[in-house]
């Protein structure tokens, strides 16, 4: 008895460790830090190497298509505690279009690096909408001014 | 209207106190008028709720804007199934047909069940009522779909206000498969909410045998067809809807909704050890906690906006109340399962490690390693930010990595275990069952890796200058290796499956003299859940082929005017016209776009960008797809240049796609038919065990 369930061990053990290789391989590939653009600043200098998903407000008018494959805009976001609006310069250069969802006001992530010269290049990107009217209705409140 | 909403959610509210309280203090001074009565009034509940969703669907229908959740989330020139599709659109209709949902089964269950399982029932009774009070305290106290529009006077008063024009509805939703979806993933996600407050009801009554397990089985395989299908819609969604030319992205939300999912299988398998062998009794409990749990987490995710998602259309306050209900409802039945930990003592050991039963250990451990990978990926960001304080994301390569080898193990066990003896299979019946099946699988991989499958991809010379163990590692990696297991497994599978429907009609058809359709026919209605299962898993056979083309996706993006030519693979497409449409909802762009295989034309295509007109005025891809059993051509328009003179256009050629789709239609038939029950046999003529050959004993045994 003892040795036939020793057997389920070692076969089991083996998957799971495989499974946790797997995992660890596929970590180290795709992990992303994912922070605002303030805090983005705040860690000047140690991320360009790293893979980073940043998250922001797409700037009214500052979506620029002029060049054809890259998008050139900016996201900004306020800080949390200083209530200082920082903004970062980004070059969408991704395969896929942006998202139906890529407007003036939408909240962006987008994945990649920061370069040298302070642009961030992103090869990925999501949108979604400002959701003002979202929260608001949450609340039970909408002022007819609206 | 509203108000009758309005008195409908308050009387749920009491009559869902009420049945909790008659069926506990019933149970406890044995007094069987109070525990009818409670059940009676759990059927009550649902008549309150069906009422207000009605009025719901009412105020909809005839868009009474007063109503703050009509207005944000309808608007007048919507046509009519969208504006009731719309109720579920937002967060408060969203709960309610949970709710709703969750008192019509706990009104099936009690009807089916009325004077069934006396000592399990009253406890059926208060854990499905339990549940329903979370959701009817939701839809009353924080989340109430019948609020009306109120604007601020100078002062602060709240007066009475009625927008002109609602909102609409998002036009992501405005899509007929979207319009079923959320109803079909709440009908396999409160699904699962039947077993579970079985099971606990078993170990509240201490009435551990089978039972529960027997009487639930139809409705765990209910609840695992929607939830299935609902994964197989949102798919399909996302691929006509969202413009990026995939089904499956790996998003917070399409995982929320594989969880409980892959948990419900796991389940699903496993009972069937406890059925035949009285073993994993606690594990089965374990695994249903679980699969409800997922169902509310799954639910939390999505509604509560912890993580970010595409599709999270929603991010509210309901977060806090759902974890704590997760919280109280986990800890509850986990205390509960404890408590009765003795009382689950399993009948039998496993004995051998090829045998049936330890095929479906592993099956549930890699299920099980695969959703704790999902669930790993899906909160790594909250963790990580939780301990280190930083919020650090996994993407698609990690999901992948460790669900694509865990896949093409699943098929393999697939193929393997419903072949496999209980107990010991001998090596003689592993050579009968497996010897042509691994020889086609063979043949196949041959085959596919002559015609370029599976091949590694040449690297830079740098690269070849690797240990060989890492340049081994990196080959398996490789997608097109993947593919090739893939489909290896794939055909060992579908052998397997065939095989065994010939076998079984053939040794029928000798028996009874049937011909060999009928026997087909009989043979499966006869044994409904066996031959059910080889139809449903005949479908994942078709849906793995399918998900294995995935890696041999290909796209070009490009800018076209009238006149240009892109080509992809063998196919070419011409860019004929760019023009405009208008219809009261929305104003669209249209590219026509003429097809050509090979030289030939094969279709128009007209991929549209459309810019919906209510509320935010938002904009939406409509692509355009040429589906043939071979592949897809996926063409995007993601607009036209400033000008208006030349198109921006993607194409994709996605091979195989169409037979993800076939294969979730086999699944839905095959689940469909094991719902069935067995057909009686006829009398006929049976063959004495002396005379009967290999096979039909070999058929005899696997049926039993």
Redesign the interface.
């Given at each position: 008895m003892k040795r036939k369930q020793l057997k389920f061990v070692v076969g089991s053990s083996v998957i799971i460790l495989t499974l946790a290789f797997l995992a660890f391989s596929g970590y180290q590939e795709s992990k992303a830090y994912y922070l605002t653009v303030p805090e983005l600043h705040a860690m000047k200098g140690a991320s360009a190497e790293k893979q980073l998903k940043v998250a922001g407000d797409v700037v009214p008018g500052s979506i620029d298509r002029t060049e054809s494959k890259v998008i050139k805009f900016v996201i900004s976001q306020a800080d949390e505690k200083t209530h200082k609006v920082e903004t970062l310069h980004v070059k969408y250069v991704g395969n896929d279009a942006p998202p139906d969802t890529f407007i003036d006001r939408a909240q962006a992530v987008v994945t990649g690096k920061l370069g040298d010269d302070g642009v961030f290049v992103a090869h990925e990107m999501t949108a979604k909408c400002a959701s003002k009217y979202e929260k608001e209705a949450a609340a039970g409140v909408k002022r007819p001014t609206e | 209207m509203a108000q009758i909403g309005q008195f409908a959610l308050a009387l749920a509210f009491v009559v869902t106190v009420y049945s909790i309280a008659a069926s506990l203090i019933g149970i406890r001074v044995k007094h069987d008028k109070l525990i009818a009565s409670g059940r009676n009034a759990a059927v009550g509940t649902f008549v309150c709720l069906t009422t207000a969703f009605l009025c719901l669907v009412y105020l909809f229908v005839v868009s009474d804007f007063s109503i703050?959740?009509v207005?944000?989330h309808s608007n007048r020139d919507l046509p009519l199934y969208f504006k009731i599709s719309a109720i579920w659109g937002?967060?408060e209709g969203s709960l309610l047909l949970w709710g709703w949902f969750l008192t019509g089964y706990a009104a099936l269950v009690m009807i089916q069940n009325w004077r069934k399982h006396t000592a399990m029932m009253p406890y059926v009774t208060a854990v499905l009522m339990g549940s329903s009070l979370f959701f009817t305290s939701m839809h009353l106290f924080i989340a109430n779909p019948f609020?009306q529009?109120?604007?601020?006077a100078p002062g602060g008063a709240?007066v009475p206000?009625v927008?002109a024009d609602g909102?609409g509805l998002n036009p992501?939703l405005q899509y007929i498969l979207n319009a079923i979806h959320p109803p079909v993933m709440y009908l396999g996600l409160v699904g699962f909410a039947v077993p579970f407050a079985f099971a606990m009801a078993a170990m509240l009554s201490r009435q551990l045998g089978d039972t529960w397990i027997r009487t639930t089985r139809r409705w765990t395989m209910v609840a695992w067809f929607f939830l299935g299908t609902a994964i197989l819609l949102g798919g399909k969604w996302a691929y006509v809807e969202?413009?990026?030319?995939g089904f499956w992205g790996w998003d917070p939300v399409e995982n929320a909704s594989l969880m409980p999912w892959l948990i419900g299988t796991a389940f699903l398998h496993s009972v069937m050890v406890q059925e035949k062998k009285g073993m994993l009794k606690v594990w089965n409990m374990v695994l249903i906690i679980l699969a409800y749990t997922m169902c509310l987490f799954g639910t939390f995710l999505t509604r509560s906006g912890v993580v970010?998602s595409?599709h999270?259309?929603?991010?509210?306050?309901i977060g806090g109340y759902f974890a704590a209900f997760i919280v109280i409802s986990l800890s509850g039945a986990l205390y509960l399962l404890l408590d009765r930990l003795p009382l689950l003592k399993s009948e039998n050991?496993?004995?051998?490690?090829v045998s049936r039963e330890?095929s479906f250990?592993?099956n549930n451990?890699?299920l099980l390693?695969s959703c704790f990978?999902v669930f790993?990926g899906v909160m790594f960001?909250v963790f990580s930010e939780w301990i280190k304080g930083?919020?650090?994301?996994?993407?698609?390569?990690?999901?992948?990595?460790?669900n694509v080898?865990?896949a093409i193990?699943l098929m393999f066990l697939t193929g393997v275990g419903p072949l496999l003896a209980w107990r010991k299979a001998s090596t003689n019946s592993l050579k009968r069952n497996f010897l042509w099946p691994a020889a086609f699988a063979l043949a196949s991989g041959i085959v596919l890796f002559v015609r370029g499958i599976g091949r590694p991809i040449l690297k830079a010379p740098e690269e070849l200058g690797q240990a060989l163990f890492q340049k081994l590692l990196g080959y398996s990696f490789t997608s097109s290796f993947y593919a090739l297991l893939a489909i290896m497994m794939s055909t060992f599978v579908a052998v397997t499956i065939v095989r065994e429907f010939y076998k079984g009609a053939r040794a029928r058809s000798h028996g009874t003299g049937e011909n060999f359709i009928e026997a087909v026919a009989n043979l499966t209605l006869q044994n409904t859940r066996r031959y059910g299962g080889y139809i449903v898993h005949f479908g994942f056979v078709l849906l793995f082929i399918g998900w294995a083309g995935q890696a041999f996706t290909t796209?070009v993006?490009t800018?076209a005017g009238i006149g240009d030519r892109i080509s992809i693979r063998q196919y070419t497409l011409r860019v004929d016209k760019l023009g405009v449409e208008d219809t009261p909802n929305y104003q669209s762009m249209k590219a026509t776009v003429s097809l050509f295989e090979d030289g030939v034309k094969v279709a128009t295509m007209g991929p549209e960008r459309r810019r919906y007109k209510a509320?935010?005025q938002?904009?939406?891809?409509e692509v355009s797809i040429w589906s043939t059993l071979k592949e897809d051509v996926y063409v995007?328009f993601?607009?036209a240049t400033?000008d208006g003179k030349r198109a921006?256009i993607?194409v994709y050629y996605n091979p195989l796609v169409m037979w993800v789709w076939l294969g979730g239609i086999v699944l839905g038939l095959g689940t469909l038919i094991a719902l069935l029950p067995n057909k009686k046999s006829g009398p006929r003529k049976r063959p004495q065990a002396a005379d009967r050959t290999e096979e039909q004993k070999d058929v005899a045994e696997k049926v039993s």
């Open positions: - | 703050n959740y207005a944000g937002g967060q609020n529009v109120v604007s601020i709240r206000f927008p909102q992501l969202l413009g990026w030319g970010s595409v999270a259309f929603a991010q509210s306050s050991q496993m004995e051998s490690i330890s250990m592993f451990l890699i390693a990978a790993w960001p930083v919020k650090i994301t996994v993407g698609p390569p990690f999901f992948n990595r460790v080898p865990i193990f796209d993006s800018e509320g935010e938002q904009t939406t891809t995007v993601s607009g400033a921006n993607q």
